[in-house]
């Protein structure tokens, strides 16, 4: 039988999504079934959550910032004897006591059209807009360029940011095809992304048979592909720029990297 894990929330439930991922990911092999409920802004609709916790007792986390709904909640779990886990309270607790300002127990305030949610479409259509070597004219206005040889993700990379207000241009480095002029760039980061041959190959190989393209050619070639490489990182090293191997990383490890090297950069230009 599996577990159940309800996911309880006022607003859209991105943030409890994301926790409860993060956490379900320390455990293997656990069967786990998740029950999501979210908008949940009324008696009403709290109701028919706590009916369906009811018939499939299990762990509850929920975000409620509104003190009625969350009493309501709480006590139901007490009553039958489910564990009830408030997300954000020990965090706006925490907070309130630094700030010395009780919050304001407004739901989906993150989600509020303000100049940040504006800023994240904008870097969104700028990463469209310069991907995969587009808009070269406009790369002054990007917060960081990235490079890297075909299949390197570049391009998921640079949306990857975008969600989180950089703009990102990305620029594919193939051989004996010549690069823009890098080092007039002033304002943008510039970073290298490189992977290891072999795991480059077999996802160079993956792609050729999605298109179903099942000829041999220098894109998949080892010895083609490691002298690519190569030459790659003798570019990177003309810029010098930092490098970053994606072999073994996921699109948000490599994009919380670049994220690290932004918040470096805009700190020496501090000093």
């Not at 959550?49 to 969350?70: A, H, Q, S």
């Not at 969600?163 to 080092?183: K, Q």
């Not at 030459?231 to 073994?248: G, H, T, W, Y």
């Amino acid at each position: 039988m599996p577990f159940h894990l309800h996911l309880v929330s006022d607003s859209t439930g991105e943030t409890i999504g994301s926790l409860a991922r993060a956490c379900l990911a320390q455990f293997e092999g656990v069967d786990v079934e998740e029950q999501v409920w979210n908008l949940i802004n009324s008696q009403r609709q709290l109701q028919l959550v706590l009916d369906g916790i009811k018939e499939n007792k299990g762990l509850v986390l929920y975000t409620f910032v509104d003190e009625t709904l969350r009493r309501t909640l709480e006590d139901f779990c007490h009553a039958e004897s489910i564990t009830c886990i408030s997300v954000l309270r020990p965090v706006l607790n925490g907070m309130a006591t630094l700030f010395g300002k009780a919050p304001a127990h407004l739901p989906g305030r993150q989600h509020v059209l303000d100049a940040g949610y504006f800023a994240r479409i904008d870097a969104m259509d700028f990463a469209m807009m310069q991907d995969d070597g587009h808009g070269i004219d406009r790369l002054q206005e990007a917060d960081v360029v990235i490079l890297g040889v075909s299949r390197t993700s570049k391009t998921p990379t640079s949306i990857y940011l975008a969600g989180r207000g950089i703009r990102a241009a990305n620029i594919p480095f193939v051989p004996g095809i010549e690069m823009p002029d890098l080092s007039l760039l002033e304002n943008p980061l510039i970073v290298g992304l490189t992977k290891d041959p072999d795991s480059l190959i077999a996802i160079r190989r993956n792609r050729l048979h999605l298109l179903s393209e099942e000829r041999e050619t220098a894109y998949v070639d080892p010895e083609k592909v490691r002298s690519e490489l190569q030459e790659a990182r003798r570019f990177f090293a003309r810029l010098n720029c930092p490098v970053i191997d994606v072999s073994r990383r996921s699109i948000e490890e490599t994009a919380a990297e670049i994220m690290m090297l932004l918040a470096r950069k805009k700190a020496a230009k501090k000093k």
